[in-house]
């Protein structure tokens, strides 16, 4: 069992940025991926950005070029750095953890808001 805890969501201006964390409870050594997905209102949950077992990082179209993921495997976490958000980039962002015999953890949801 895996429990990832989120933080970093908030409300932003359009043109801001936020950074986003998922600790995991345990190693992420291993694991085969590890990321974020976003749900907005009245859609599907869609990938953001995730980082697989062999360090390749894949993004969503929407996500290219202004958000960037990293992972930091002594603390067990990965990071979501968002720069020139939109307002379309509102949603609750879900960590996500894919384990190395194909077990799938969600973290409890962080809410971004980018408004004036």
């Known amino acids: 069992q895996v429990q990832l805890v989120e933080s970093g969501g908030g409300l932003v201006q359009p043109g801001g940025s936020l950074r986003l964390s998922c600790a995991a409870s345990r190693s992420i050594f291993g694991i085969n991926a590890m990321g974020w997905y976003r749900q907005a209102p009245g859609k599907e949950r869609e990938l953001v950005a995730d980082?697989?077992?062999?360090?390749?990082?894949n993004y969503a179209d929407s996500a290219k070029g202004r958000f960037t993921l990293s992972r930091d495997n002594a603390k067990n976490t990965v990071y979501l750095q968002m720069n020139s958000l939109k307002p379309e980039d509102t949603a609750v962002y879900y960590c996500?953890?894919?384990?190395?015999?194909?077990?799938?953890?969600w973290g409890q949801g962080t809410q971004v808001t980018v408004s004036s």
């Open positions: 980082i697989t077992r062999g360090g390749s990082t």
């Open positions: 996500n953890l894919v384990n190395d015999i194909g077990g799938t953890y």
